[in-house]
């Protein structure tokens, strides 16, 4: 998918009009719809912007990545990531477990 049918598509999504999600990024409707058609490219910080509205990453806005991480979630790795080594090796044990378990629950 190119970036113009992400910005669609999410835009869409959102029931967010081309007028909507150009106030929110601080541009014009009518230069979303030249994104949104492929005509132009946006900034990277107007790219970064509309990737915040829209409530995904860049990458993902990019097409660089095929799933979006959910925020949450993202949030919740990146409080683990911050602990210390010990604490951090105990909650990824568990993790692992409680994966490994659902695993095994989804082949029975």
Known sequence: MTLGQHITK????????QNELGKKVGTSGDIIGRYERGEVKPSIEVASKIADVLEVSLDFLLGKIDAEVDRQLLKRVLEVQQMDTEDR??????L???????KLKSIA
Request: hydrophobic fraction near 45%; aromatic fraction near 4%; glycine fraction near 0%.
């Open 96 to 102: 692992d477990a409680l994966i490994k378990n659902v």
């Open 10 to 17: 999410l835009r869409k999504q959102l029931k967010l009009s």
């Open 89 to 94: 090796e105990h909650i990824l044990y568990t």
